[in-house]
């Protein structure tokens, strides 16, 4: 079975500064990864995916992303984060050769962007 | 291009009543997922489903849960007899199938039992 540990609940970060959320996913078979990010009483917009390929993955908003197989790892990063960032980050992976399959979801990390 | 539309946003019941919940995919979106988010968890897979077939429901409550995506009209969710616990935010996302292509979300439903 899937799982996924996001290992940060909660990151609060002064705005400008750098952030990395962490992930951290178990697997048997090769995965789809996806950073996902939910703003306050909406639904989850895509921020970016790995399906194959180069290992680095850049997304919307500034954000990027690098799959590391052999920790298991699907870390997301941003240079300089502002304001508007603040939301609710949730790190996905789906399985097998088809992305048609249910997501497994982490708990989520709160990013707090402090002025 | 119109996202994934649920309805209604906000559902309060009364315990022992029925509650049904609507997802309209993406045009041209013919795969539909259920989750259901609890606060300060993340979303947790309930059910799947291909137009008028249910493809894995594996996450679904054997009772008083249903889900039917018909041939026309938008994806329904059913809880029959609510009680407190189902009280979550329920989130429908649609694909369109095929590998590479990520799920779309909708703004969710929020029910709230009484």
């Known amino acids: 079975a899937q799982s996924v540990t996001q290992l940060d609940s909660q990151v609060p970060v002064f705005e400008e500064a750098p952030v990395e959320l962490r992930c951290n996913y178990s697997?048997?078979?090769?995965?789809?990864l996806f950073w996902y990010v939910q703003y306050p009483n909406q639904g989850l917009q895509l921020l970016l995916k790995y399906l194959s390929g180069s290992t680095l993955v850049k997304g919307i908003n500034g954000f990027e992303a690098e799959f590391n197989k052999s920790q298991t790892s699907f870390h997301l990063r941003k240079p300089s984060v502002h304001i508007s960032d603040t939301a609710e980050y949730f790190c996905a992976v789906s399985g097998g050769s088809s992305g048609n399959t249910p997501l497994v979801f982490g708990k989520g990390t709160r990013l707090s962007v402090i002025a | 291009n119109a996202g994934v539309m649920q309805n209604p946003r906000h559902l309060v019941r009364r315990r022992g009543q029925e509650a049904r919940l609507r997802c309209s995919p993406v045009?041209?979106?013919?795969?539909v997922y259920w989750y259901r988010q609890l606060p300060e968890e993340g979303l947790k897979f309930m059910v799947y489903?291909?137009?008028?077939?249910?493809?894995?429901e594996s996450g679904m409550p054997k009772e008083r849960f249903s889900a039917e995506f018909p041939k026309e009209g938008p994806s329904i969710l059913r809880i029959q007899q609510v009680v407190r616990g189902d009280s979550a935010a329920y989130f429908c996302a649609s694909s369109p199938g095929g590998a590479n292509q990520p799920q779309h979300f909708g703004d969710g439903t929020r029910l709230s039992i009484l």
């Open positions: 045009k041209g979106h013919s795969h």
């Open positions: 489903l291909q137009k008028e077939n249910i493809i894995d």
């Open positions: 697997s048997s078979v090769s995965v789809y």
